[in-house]
C-alpha cells in the first residue's frame, strides 16, 4: 500500500509556496518553526522530490515543488468541498461558497439577486471575488473559487456551464450625435474610428465584436473604457456610439444622461452563465443556486 500525504503536510507546504519563508509559514499554520520544517522534510522523502531550494536567507520553491504545491491546493479544496458536500446533503446551499463574478456583470445582477437568494438560503455564506474572466477562472482551477458568475461563450478548459439567460446588446449613441442616423443604422456605414469599446482583457469586447458582428477595426476607436459607467459617458460625450448590455440597461446606468438605445438583430446577445470545475462535487447545488438566479431575473 502506498503511504499517501498527510493533509497537515500539504497545507504546510501550501502555507510554504505562499509566504516563501519557513518562519512566517509557521506563524501562518500555527505551529513552531521545527515541527513545520520535520513536515516539509517528511514530505519531501514520501515524494522522493526536491520541493525547496534552502539558503540561509530565502526559500525558493522548484519547478516540481511548484507543480506540486498547484495540485495540493486542488486536493485540499476538494476536501474541502467534501465536507461542503456531506453538509449540503443534509441543508443544501449553506456554509460558505466563493463565487467569481466578472465587472460588467457584478454591479447589474448581484444587488438585484443577493438580498432574495439570502432569504431563499439564509445558511448560505457567500464571499465574492469581482475579476475578468481569465482571472478568476484560474483562480477557479487552483481552488480558490468554488463557482463563477459570468459571460458566455468564453474558452473554459475543465469546468462545466450553466447557462441562465440571454443578455441583449443594444445600439448606444448620444441623442443628438451626427454619427449615425438612428431610424436607418447600418454598420457598414460608419465612418472610422466611431466605435468605443471595453479596453483589451473585458470578454465583454469580445462578445461585442462577435455578437454585433463588427468585423471592420478601423471602425474602432483607439481609445477605449475600463468599466461601462465610463463606456457611458464616452458616448455621452459623443465621442462614439457603443453596444450596451441589458442588463446594464435595466440598472439605470444612463439615468442623467443624454444616450439612447435601440435594438439590434435578436441574435446580438451574450449569455449570462455559471461555470464550475468538471470535478466539483457540489453541482447540484450550483444548479439549485442557478435556477433560483433565473427565476429572480
Not at 193 to 217: F, V, W
Request: charged share 25%; proline share 4%.
Amino acid at each position: 500500500m502506498k503511504h499517501l500525504p498527510t493533509v497537515k503536510q500539504l497545507r504546510y507546504f501550501v502555507a510554504l509556496e505562499e509566504h516563501k519563508h519557513f518562519g512566517r509559514a509557521a506563524q501562518a499554520c500555527f505551529v513552531t518553526q521545527s515541527a513545520f520544517s520535520v513536515a516539509i522534510q517528511e514530505l519531501e522523502n514520501l515524494l522522493q522530490v526536491s520541493l525547496v531550494d534552502r539558503t540561509n536567507r530565502s526559500v525558493t520553491i522548484t519547478s516540481i515543488g511548484a507543480q506540486i504545491a498547484s495540485q495540493a491546493r486542488l486536493v485540499l479544496f476538494d476536501i474541502e468541498g467534501m465536507v461542503d458536500y456531506a453538509q449540503s446533503l443534509q441543508a443544501p446551499l449553506s456554509g460558505p461558497l466563493k463565487i467569481g463574478v466578472i465587472p460588467t456583470i457584478a454591479p447589474f445582477i448581484l444587488p438585484k439577486v443577493l438580498p432574495l437568494l439570502r432569504k431563499k438560503f439564509p445558511q448560505l455564506d457567500l464571499y465574492l471575488k469581482e475579476d475578468q474572466t481569465t482571472r478568476i477562472h484560474a483562480a477557479l482551477l487552483e481552488g480558490e473559487l468554488d463557482l463563477l458568475l459570468l459571460a458566455l461563450p468564453f474558452d473554459l478548459r475543465n469546468v462545466d456551464t450553466m447557462p441562465l439567460f440571454k443578455d441583449y446588446f443594444k445600439l448606444a449613441y448620444q441623442k443628438d450625435t451626427s454619427k449615425i442616423v438612428p431610424n436607418n443604422y447600418k454598420l457598414s456605414k460608419l465612418d472610422s474610428n466611431n466605435i468605443i469599446l471595453m479596453e483589451d482583457g473585458h470578454c465583454l469586447r469580445d462578445h461585442t465584436l462577435s455578437a454585433c458582428k463588427i468585423r471592420k477595426q478601423d471602425q474602432i476607436n483607439k481609445f477605449s473604457a475600463n468599466s461601462l459607467t465610463t463606456l457611458v459617458q464616452m458616448v455621452n460625450s459623443d465621442l462614439g456610439i457603443t453596444f450596451l448590455p441589458e442588463i446594464a440597461l435595466n440598472s439605470g446606468i444612463l439615468n442623467n444622461t443624454d444616450v439612447v438605445v435601440e435594438d439590434l438583430s435578436e441574435r446580438s446577445y451574450r449569455t449570462i452563465g455559471l461555470a464550475w470545475r468538471k470535478s466539483s462535487m457540489r453541482k447540484d447545488e450550483f444548479k439549485l443556486l442557478g435556477d433560483a438566479i433565473k427565476s429572480i431575473m
